[in-house]
Structure formats: C-alpha cells, structure tokens
C-alpha cells in the first residue's frame, strides 16, 4: 500500500508539471526598509507566496508550461510589526504574454497597489477558497490571479476572460468584510475593488473587446504583416477612446496607456502613414491621458 501511495503521488506530481497552474510566476520581497528583525520571516513568506501561486490550478484549465503567464510580484515591505505579524507594504504587479511568431514579450497587464497590508507570521500555511475569503493576503493574492488570468484569456480571445474576471470580482464583492482598504466600494477609483467592477461594468466592453484587438489582430499579426497589425492597434486604440468616452471616471484606460506609452510609440515610429492619421491618435490618447503628452506629441515626428 506504501508503494502504491508512492506511485500515484509520483503520477500526480508529472501530471500537475505537464499540466500545472496557470501561473509562472516570480516573487520578490523586498524588507530592505526594515531594520533589527529576523529576515527568514521574509524569506518564507516569499517562497510561500510563490508556491502558493503556482503550485495551484486555478480555473481548471490545462496549461502546459510555455502556457503559463508570466508575471512578477514584487512587494516592498514598509512597516512590520514582529510581534502582531503586521506587514504595511505596496506591490507592484506586471503580467506578459508572448507575441506570436517574435521574441518580443508584452505587457498585458500592470499595476501598483499601495494598499497590500496583511498579517503574516513564519510558516502560516496560505488557505484558499472562493467561497470562503476571510484572510487579506490570500484574498488579494486570488484577487489577482484571477485577475491576470482574465485579462490574459481576453487578449487570447474575444472576451474570453469572463469567468476568470467574474471569480476576481466575486473575491472583491466577499472581501468587503475584511476592512481592508483596497476592497472599499467607495473613495478610491483605482483599488482593486473599482478596476474589477469597472471592468465588468457593460460600459466598459470596448475596454474588453479592445484587448483582443490590440493584442490577438495587432501585434500578434505583425511579424508577418506590419501594416495590418498597425491598422488593428489602431483600431483597438479607438476602442480605448469610446471605453473612456462611455465612463471617464474609470482609470482602466488611463492605466492602459500608462504601462503601454513605450510600446504605442515604438510601433509608430516607423509607420508610413504619418499625417492625419497620426494627429487623431495624438488626440485621442491626449484626451485619455494628457499627463503622457509628451510620447503623443512622438507620435507626430
């Protein structure tokens, strides 16, 4: 019986490597900013973090290993309390996807959240249920995935994201009990409660819609054809434009522009078509985010 334990945990652990999470994950703790304590607390809590997201299959979706979306956690640690295992941190999330047929990676998602405070101390196992959100680290840290998993199915597919966003929003919706301050309905724009519900919010579906244009019919397409991928991250621009236009309280479009300047810019700067089509776009991502007038005006040369 021993041996035969053994060989069906053997035959799942290849089955969950073949077929593992839906994250690739990597998790940076940076304590530098705290002084006089025991740094194994830190450096287990990092590792747990990252297993905790990668050893876990999330949807239930079979990804294989060049499958997963890579992303980066780096949290910076600005209070901490030994005794309570009170951490006061921020954390800065970027999540990418490959380009087709190119060595070019991209941003698909990325954002810093100055409110990722929690309680933690050495060796606490990291429990997770949907259904059951009553711990802030593990709460935020399904917030998230599943909030990266949607955005990355939406630029795979047309709104393909739905179920994964819709479980993120759920978290949001349960974690209002938790009093933490990025769950709060009301006072902030850009927590983690406003960015989901505004992302499900049925005004905002070019946003969606816009995310599989931009990535699936635009860069994913430029390797083979460079002026129809331009023409289709075109479009999907002008889809960002009418997202903003239908609510410009929500800061998911200016949060676009804000990880994707570089990139919007690299891909016209050698565009042909120039002119007026170039000016319209100055326009349109001036009015989205004119604290980024600076790239637009590039836009122009």
């Known amino acids: 019986m021993r041996r035969l334990g053994l060989i ?12 593992g999470g839906e994250l690739n994950a990597r998790v940076v703790v940076n304590h530098s900013k705290i002084q006089g304590t025991n740094v194994s607390v830190f450096d287990d809590l990092q590792k747990n973090i990252e297993d905790f997201l990668n050893n876990r299959n999330w949807t239930g979706q079979q990804y294989e290993d060049a499958e997963r979306i890579s992303c980066n956690f780096n949290i910076t640690v600005n209070k901490y309390d ?28 990325s954002v810093k959240d100055e409110d990722f405070n929690f309680d933690y101390h050495e060796f606490d196992k990291l429990n997770f249920r949907v259904d059951q959100i ?19 199915n939406d630029a795979m597919s047309l709104l393909g994201g739905t ?7 759920d978290i949001a919706v349960s974690a209002q009990s938790l009093n933490g301050k990025g769950w709060k309905s009301i006072g902030s724009d850009k927590n983690r409660y406003a960015l989901i ?4 919010d049925g005004s905002m579906e070019p946003f969606r819609k816009m995310q599989y244009t931009y990535y699936r019919l635009g860069l994913d397409i430029m390797a083979d054809d460079v002026e129809k991928g331009k023409e289709n991250v075109t479009q999907a621009l002008k889809m960002l434009s009418e997202a903003h ?37 100055q326009n ?18």
């Open 8 to 19: 069906m945990s053997l035959l799942l652990a290849v089955y969950v490597n073949a077929y």
């Open 82 to 109: 030994e005794m309570s295992g009170s951490f006061e941190a921020s954390l800065l999330l970027n999540a990418y996807r490959p380009v087709f047929n190119s060595s070019y990676t991209t941003v698909v998602y």
């Open 134 to 152: 009553d711990n802030e680290l593990t709460a935020m840290l399904g917030y998230y995935a599943y909030f990266i998993i949607g955005m990355d």
């Open 163 to 169: 179920k994964a966003l819709q479980t993120a929003h």
């Open 197 to 200: 519900n505004d992302l499900l």
């Open 245 to 281: 236009k239908n609510k410009r309280q929500s800061k998911l479009p200016q949060l676009f522009t804000e990880y994707k300047r570089d990139e919007i810019v690299n891909i016209y700067s050698s565009s042909q078509s120039g002119g007026k089509s170039n000016d319209e776009l």
């Open 284 to 301: 349109l991502l001036s009015d989205i985010n004119s604290s980024y007038n600076s790239y637009w005006k590039k836009l122009l040369k």
